[in-house]
């Protein structure tokens, strides 16, 4: 479903932008994790927001400083978990981004607004929103385009399910979305190791690579499991793909830095 179409000024069109940098983070809904026991006695939180919550979210918002596209999972849109605040426009005003866009998946009412987000410093070409399939409601993915035509780029920030036979059917959606760009960047907690995206899932007719080595991402006090991902067309060029310090959730950021094909004006 197309969510929004921008038309760069002319001016933008002047600027010729040939490196982003990426970055993907499942945010907790700004719920800070820094231990197993914290689930159990810090659960309450997922229904009632603590009085410094958006102390938390301004510490995310300060690590977003150096990037120029973020994918975000595990929002809120404004709900009592949040103190009624939506956490995409929180975090883009903070960080400075003039582009944002929130994807709400799961809709509890007062209780939650739950959802992605995508953050952007460069006019995108257009912006979808795509609801993934599987037996509960809730899943998503945004599909951010810089570009037109057959050489648009398309960064696809996602958040897959937990269940393996959910994941697949997510990850068969996905596969034949990728196969429609030429250069593709997906991004998000995609809840599987690297092995299982690229050569035992839908992922594999996609030929998209890992940029580097797995990075342990979960849980963030002491990773020892590579579910966050930022993969990516085989001829786009990749730089610097690390992860963040970080204990503003129970994921650790992800970050990668692409170069721009040349027939790509951003």
Not at 9 to 31: K, M, P, T, W, Y
Not at 160 to 168: T, V
Request: net charge positive.
């Amino acid at each position: 479903m197309l969510r929004e179409e921008v038309a760069p000024s002319s001016c933008e069109q002047d600027q010729r932008v040939r490196h982003l940098r990426l970055l993907s983070f499942n945010i907790q809904a700004g719920i800070q994790t820094t231990a197993y026991r914290h689930y159990f006695t810090r659960g309450w939180q997922h229904v009632i927001a603590r009085d410094d919550h958006q102390l938390n979210l301004r510490s995310i918002a300060d690590l977003f400083a150096e990037f120029d596209v973020v994918a975000l999972q595990e929002i809120d849109g404004g709900s009592l978990r949040s103190g009624f605040v939506n956490q995409v426009d929180f975090l883009a005003n903070h960080a400075r981004f003039p582009y944002s866009y929130a994807q709400r998946n799961r809709n509890l009412g007062l209780l939650g607004q739950h959802g992605n987000g995508v953050l952007s410093r460069f006019v995108p070409s257009q912006v979808e929103d795509h609801r993934l399939p599987g037996a509960i409601p809730g899943r998503g993915a945004m599909v951010m385009t810089f570009g037109d035509g057959p050489d648009a780029l398309a960064i696809i920030g996602a958040h897959l399910s937990l269940s393996r036979r959910a994941r697949w059917l997510q990850l068969n959606y996905l596969a034949e979305l990728i196969m429609q760009y030429k250069h593709v960047v997906l991004m998000g907690d995609l809840n599987a190791s690297l092995n299982q995206l690229l050569k035992d899932s839908p992922l594999r007719r996609t030929n998209l690579v890992a940029p580097a080595l797995s990075h342990y991402t979960y849980p963030s006090w002491k990773p020892a499991k590579a579910l966050d991902h930022i993969l990516v067309s085989p001829h786009l060029k990749t730089q610097n793909a690390r992860t963040l310090g970080s204990v503003n959730s129970d994921h650790l950021p992800l970050a990668l830095n692409i170069e721009i094909p040349a027939s790509i004006m951003i």
